[in-house]
C-alpha cells in the first residue's frame, strides 16, 4: 500500500492519499490519529452524479490491507445503489478498524468527522455496520456533511428499518413473479444475520405470514428470533444451504462465494448484505444452477434513500417510504431484463447501474 502523507486539518501525523493502481476510485484516504486511536480509510469512487455518499463501519479488521478492500468494494457498491436509486449521488465510504480497547469512542467519531470535513463536501457519511445515531452526532460536531441523525419529531435517524422495507418489496416482488404467488404468507424464507436490518427484515416477513429459518452468530438473538417470530434456529454454517423459497443474506459480504454457492438451495436469495458475492463470476454460478440473485445494491437502497432525503431536508417519513416502495418496480424491471435477455441477474443490475453513471 503506497502512502503519500499530506497533513490536512491538523489530524496527526497524517491523513493520506493512498494510491490505488488497478482501480478507478476517485480517491482513497488513509487517516491516522494518535490522540484518538483513529485509523480509518476513506474511499471515494464516484462524484460523477453528486458527492459520495456512503456509511461508515467499524469493524475488527484483520489487517489494513482487508480494511482497504472492504472500502474499495464497499464504496464501489455505493456508486451503483445510489444510481439506480436514482439519488443525486456518487459513491464512497468510509471503514474505521476497530481496536481491541478503545479509549474515548465520541473524541474517535469526532476526529473521524474531521476528516470527513477534509473532503470539503466530496464525502458525506452516516450509519453502517458497528455504528450507531450517537456516534454520527459525534461526528455531526466536527462537520455537516454527516446524515442519519436523528431531529426532534421529524423523520431521520437510524436508516435500518428502510433498508428493511426495501428488502421486504424486494422480497415480495420476486416471489410473486419467479415462484407465481400471490403473498408471502406460508413462504419459507431463511435470514441470515438478525442485527439492526435482519430483526426488522424477519418483523415484516412474520406479519406478511412468512415461515422464518433463522441463524446468528449472537445465540442471544437467535433465541429471540425464536420467541418472538416462532422461527427455526439454524447454525450460521446450514443457513446458506436451507432449502427454502427465499435466502436474505443479511450480515456481512462476500457469503456467495465460490465453495458456498454449490451449496445455496434457495430458489432466489434477496438480502439486505452489501457485496454478497464475491465477485460477479460467483453470480454467474448461481444463475446456471438456476437460483435466482436478486443484487443487493437494487435491493438495499431503502437506508440510503432515507439518509439522503434527510440530508436533502426532506421532512415526511411517507415521502420516503414511497420512495423506498420504488425497489419493488425496480425488482420486476430487473426480472423482465433478465427474461428478454437470459443474462445473470447479476451482471444486468450492474450493466444498467453503471449505465446511470453519467452527467
Ligand atoms: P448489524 O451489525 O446490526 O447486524 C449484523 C448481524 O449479523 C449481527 O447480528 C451479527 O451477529 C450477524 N452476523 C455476523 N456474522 C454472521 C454470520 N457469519 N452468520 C450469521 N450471522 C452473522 O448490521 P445491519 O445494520 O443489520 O446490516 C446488515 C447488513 O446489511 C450489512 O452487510 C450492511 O452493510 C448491510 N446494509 C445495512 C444497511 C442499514 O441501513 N443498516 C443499509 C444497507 C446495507
Known amino acids: 500500500m503506497a502512502i503519500v502523507p499530506k497533513v490536512r486539518d491538523g489530524l ?19 487517516v491516522l490519529d494518535e490522540d484518538s486511536g483513529l485509523e480509518a480509510i476513506i474511499a471515494v469512487h464516484s462524484t460523477v452524479r453528486g458527492p459520495a455518499f456512503g456509511g461508515c463501519r467499524y469493524w475488527a479488521y484483520p489487517s489494513r490491507d482487508a480494511a482497504l478492500t472492504d472500502a474499495l468494494r464497499l464504496s464501489e457498491g455505493m456508486t451503483l445503489k445510489n444510481a439506480l436509486a436514482d439519488l443525486p449521488f456518487g459513491g464512497g465510504k468510509a471503514v474505521m478498524l476497530r481496536k481491541p480497547t478503545q479509549g474515548d469512542c465520541g473524541k474517535l467519531f469526532r476526529t473521524f468527522g474531521r476528516a470527513v470535513k477534509s473532503f470539503d ?60 404467488r400471490a403473498h408471502l404468507n406460508g413462504a419459507i424464507i431463511a435470514v441470515q444475520g438478525l442485527g439492526s436490518v435482519g430483526w426488522e427484515l424477519c418483523q415484516r416477513l412474520r406479519a406478511a405470514g412468512a415461515e422464518l429459518i433463522v441463524a446468528d452468530i449472537d445465540d442471544g438473538r437467535v433465541q429471540a428470533a425464536v420467541t418472538h417470530f416462532g422461527a427455526t434456529a439454524v447454525s450460521p454454517k446450514e443457513i446458506l444451504s436451507a432449502k427454502v423459497d427465499v435466502l436474505a443474506p443479511c450480515a456481512l459480504g462476500a457469503v456467495l462465494n465460490r465453495s458456498s454457492v454449490e451449496r445455496v438451495r434457495a430458489q432466489i436469495v434477496v438480502g439486505a448484505a452489501n457485496n454478497q458475492l464475491a465477485a460477479l463470476a460467483d453470480g454467474d454460478l448461481l444463475h446456471k444452477r438456476g437460483v435466482f440473485y436478486v443484487p443487493d445494491f437494487l435491493v438495499n437502497a431503502g437506508g440510503i434513500i432515507s439518509v439522503a432525503r434527510e440530508m436533502l431536508g426532506e421532512t415526511s417519513e411517507q415521502a420516503v417510504l414511497d420512495e423506498v416502495a420504488q425497489i419493488e418496480g425496480r425488482a420486476h424491471e430487473l426480472i423482465d431484463r433478465v427474461k428478454a435477455t437470459g443474462r445473470p441477474p447479476a451482471r444486468v443490475a450492474d450493466e444498467w447501474a453503471r449505465s446511470k453513471v453519467h452527467r
Not at 13 to 24: E, H
Not at 121 to 140: C, N, P, S
Not at 143 to 155: A, E, I, N, P, Y
Open 12 to 30: 496527526s501525523p497524517y491523513a493520506g492519499s493512498i494510491l490505488q493502481p488497478g482501480t478507478d476510485h476517485e480517491e482513497v484516504r488513509l
Open 121 to 180: 463536501g466530496k464525502y458525506i457519511t452516516a450509519e453502517d455496520v458497528g455504528t450507531t445515531v450517537a456516534d454520527m452526532a459525534q461526528v455531526r460536531q466536527s462537520t455537516k456533511h454527516v446524515s442519519g441523525l436523528s431531529r426532534d419529531g421529524q423523520f431521520g435517524g437510524n436508516p435500518s428499518p428502510m433498508t428493511a422495507f426495501g428488502v421486504f418489496v424486494g422480497i415480495r416482488a420476486a416471489v410473486s413473479r419467479l415462484l407465481k
